[in-house]
């Protein structure tokens, strides 16, 4: 596993093409997660699983989840949530804090923006907040592609009568771009602009009046 630290990510595209990642054994990465042990002590934090899906790997996620937890490490996931409630619940006694996407709460949005429908992502989030589980939420933002002022709406009448921990407004970003440049990939986002912070306090606006206090960062 290569990290890559600079200042200009134009002059490490070369290295990123080249190194992307590396199969790891669940030792291996056990160690890496012991090695610091000191910070999670120290900051009350743990370890982030995330992807691409980690649970699409859920049955060696659930081994290297449960080493972590019998080691007393909080263990988190970062996960799209679009697959049967069954997958998670396996892993759910090993996990500390998930954090899900949602992109959108009307399927037609949703499906325009994805290719897939959110029933089965809505049903998630529903029954992980039933069970009182510490749940943060992040919604993307893409003004007018998956995110207006009539979709938020929608988000905080969803969310409103769930028990979240946490909301975080994601802004879309450009800098994927020049990644899929490197790979001769369209970029079809290409022409849409990030969201404004007037856009992002108008999102977080709309939240509060459904007693949600969402976060973001520029």
């Known amino acids: 596993m290569r990290c890559l630290w600079c200042h200009n990510p134009e002059m490490i595209m070369e290295e990123i093409f080249q190194y992307s990642s ?3 054994s669940k030792e291996e990465l056990f160690e890496e997660i012991c090695e610091d042990r000191l910070f999670f002590e120290r ?18 996620l659930k081994k290297i989840l449960k080493k972590c937890k019998e080691e007393k ?19 759910l006694d090993y996990v500390d804090l998930t954090i899900l996407d949602c992109k959108a709460v009307s399927e037609e949005v949703h499906k325009k923006c994805t290719g897939v429908t959110n029933k089965q ?8 907040c039933e069970r009182h589980k ?13 995110i207006d002022e009539q979709e938020m709406n929608n988000i905080g009448k969803f969310l409103t009568a769930l028990v979240i921990e946490r909301v975080e407004l994601i802004p879309y970003h450009k800098i994927g771009i020049s990644k899929y440049d490197g790979y001769n990939l369209k970029y079809l ?8 912070k007037g856009q992002l306090e108008l999102c ?3 939240l509060k009046q459904y007693n949600i206090t969402a976060v973001y960062e520029l």
């Open 22 to 24: 590396k199969d790891i």
């Open 134 to 146: 510490q749940v943060w939420i992040r919604i993307p933002v893409i003004w007018n592609v998956n």
């Open 73 to 91: 490490i909080s263990t988190a996931i970062e996960t799209a949530g679009n697959y049967s409630f069954d997958v998670i619940d396996s892993l």
């Open 43 to 60: 900051s009350g934090g743990g370890v982030t699983f995330s992807g691409g899906e980690p649970v699409l790997q859920a049955l060696e």
């Open 121 to 128: 992502i809505l049903k998630n989030i529903k029954i992980l």
């Open 204 to 206: 977080c606006d709309i």
């Open 189 to 196: 986002l290409k022409e849409v602009k990030p969201p404004t």
